[in-house]
């Protein structure tokens, strides 16, 4: 009985190479190596199966031979559909640093935050400081009344959520 890998990590689609009949080149080929034979005779393909063309009657393929040539391909296809991790880490998110509670006393700090929110303040800077509502309504309300771009109410709406998910967490 053959021992064949999985192929549940097989991707949906296949890479692409470039346009058809075109072979791109690897990094050492056998046909760049210029050793004595290579350079008086040029470049033989030796194919790993003598008798390519006709009959492989009189070659010895067993199951186990079969299986292991599959699994190393699937091996070595796992290991191409890798990509590397190039994404940021997430950032921590301190809730004491970048939080802040409305309280009627912060009125002002309030407004000018909206303001600089409705307008094109980065969102870089507008997230070293978040007011958080205590009312669900309150906050939309605000966002209705600085007449917030949708894009960035949602931004904020992100950053509300974000501070009760890690309230929960801790």
Partial sequence: MMA???AEK????RQK???PDVYPQD???KEDELDDVSVKQGFTHRPQIQDEYSSAQNTSITPAKVANYFNAILKKKAEC????DTARKKQQINIKGNFWLVTPRSKA???????DLAGSKPLTSLAKKVPIFSKREDMFLTLCE????????TWFIKM???YQESKVAE
């Fill in 4 to 6: 064949v890998a999985s």
């Fill in 10 to 13: 097989r991707p949906l689609k």
């Fill in 17 to 19: 190479l470039g346009p």
């Fill in 27 to 29: 990094a050492k080929q």
């Fill in 81 to 84: 559909n890798q990509l590397p």
């Fill in 109 to 115: 700090a309030i407004e000018a935050w909206f303001k």
């Fill in 146 to 153: 600085y007449s917030v771009p949708m894009l960035r109410a």
């Fill in 160 to 162: 509300t959520s974000a």
